[in-house]
């Protein structure tokens, strides 16, 4: 089992930035990847962002440039650095992480961005 912890989300105004965490703990040596998805009310949990235990990176096209994911591997954390805010980015952020098949959620932050 993988339990994981975000922080970081609160109100900020429009081209400004966030830094979310997210602390793995647990059974963690088998997580594949890590990442993060978003919903907003009434729709779907999108992906966001994904980093593999290799190091590479993969991004929606809508943060492409204004988001970094990163991973602390011995702090069992990983990171989105979120640039450049924007009203549309408003949303519940939730961590992820992958073990082979099996999925395990964050209870989620929310960010909320002001125009």
């Known amino acids: 089992q993988v339990h994981l912890v975000e922080s970081g989300g609160g109100l900020v105004q429009a081209g400004e930035s966030l830094r979310l965490s997210c602390k793995a703990s647990?059974?963690?040596?088998?997580?594949?990847?890590m990442g993060w998805y978003r919903r907003t009310p009434g729709k779907q949990r999108l992906f966001v962002a994904r980093?593999?235990?290799?190091?590479?990176?993969t991004y929606t096209d809508s943060v492409k440039g204004r988001f970094t994911i990163s991973r602390d591997s011995a702090k069992d954390t990983v990171y989105l650095q979120m640039n450049s805010l924007e009203p549309n980015d408003t949303a519940m952020y939730y961590c992820?992480?992958?073990?082979?098949?099996?999925?395990?959620w964050g209870q989620g932050t929310q960010v909320t961005v002001s125009s």
């Open positions: 992820n992480a992958k073990e082979g098949l099996v999925d395990y």
């Open positions: 647990g059974s963690t040596s088998n997580i594949n990847a």
């Open positions: 980093i593999f235990n290799s190091g590479m990176t």
